[in-house]
């Protein structure tokens, strides 16, 4: 079911695509924010209780309709409410109109209305980049998105279908992360910002829970682009960037398609996570990782191994689906 639940889902979603201001999205995020507000009190426990609710409840009511849908109707209804839940949490079309606006851009030399559209869609001052650095922070950036609403997603998603759970998966992660996010955002305002222990707390929950979806990202980049080279690199300059899960998925996509990443981050104007930033560490010394300077080209070839992960993804569902009907 979980197979037939995602191809439905990724269907869909290039037929009638959500934008990132969905009517779910916008919803967690109020969910969150009334959340820090009504329990955030500046402790440790109070923290942790509102990130609990804040991913739990949602979680929980998900799961629960899940049960509730197979008692009445069996898996049919159920496949019908994964189906709906993976189209709400996952998609590529959220953020690939950023991508494509950036390289429809540099094809047409218009560089400055790339940097532009770069500024905006991460709200960082571009002005000055020169065109090989807004390639690489439109590649960085674009992995790190086609991970966190595609491929973590879908590792939930799996997990907690092979427990009996449903859909659940896809909300919880996606939970931890709009959490995450929102409430770095929110300690930094200027009207009721949230507390260091909410903020610290919620981003050291993501960490947690992207850890295991980052290598799977990671390693299913090495399979469908070169392998040597992508574990090379994961091995030997993951450590280097600031957020150790954004580094195994950066490193070991600079190695599977040849092209430095890392090197000077762009600063949000407002303080995210720090795995927003897609930078290394200085002890890259600015450089970034070895391999080709970032061309256009290299946009194309991100496009073809984002896809064939998607492909990876479907052909081991399948083999296991085929396993459990035959066994």
Known sequence: MALFAIVIALLLEQVRPLGPGNPATAGMRRWV??????????????????????VGVPTAFVLGLHWLLMWLG????????????????????????????????????????ARELLAF?????????????????VIEYSVLAAHRHVFGVLAWFCI?????????????????????TFWCRKAQAADHPVSPALQEGAV???????????????LGFAIVGSFEDAIDA?????????????GVILSATSGAIGVRLGGAVLRPATSELSAQSAGAQDSLGGKGLPGHEP?????????????RMVALWLLLLVLLTLARVIG
């Open 33 to 54: 924010h009334w959340v820090g507000g009504s329990v955030d009190a500046g402790g440790a426990h109070h923290a942790w209780l509102a990130w609990t609710l804040a």
């Open 121 to 137: 869609w991460q709200q960082v001052d571009a002005s000055r980049l020169p065109r090989a650095e807004i390639v690489r922070h």
């Open 160 to 180: 907690f279908a092979m427990l009996g759970f449903g859909p659940a998966g896809a909300v919880f992660y996606r939970g931890a992360l709009i959490a995450a």
């Open 234 to 246: 994961w091995r030997n300059y993951a450590s280097a960037f600031a957020d150790g899960n954004d």
């Open 295 to 307: 061309e256009s080209a290299h946009l194309a070839q991100v496009v073809g191994l984002v896809w």
């Open 204 to 218: 050291r929950a993501w960490h947690v829970i992207d850890w295991l979806p980052a290598r799977m990202t990671a």
């Open 74 to 113: 069996g898996w049919p209804l159920a496949l019908v409410w994964s189906v709906a839940v993976l189209y709400l949490t996952l998609g590529f079309r959220q953020f690939s109109h950023h991508f494509t606006g950036i390289r429809d851009a540099l094809e047409a030399g218009n560089e400055e209305r």
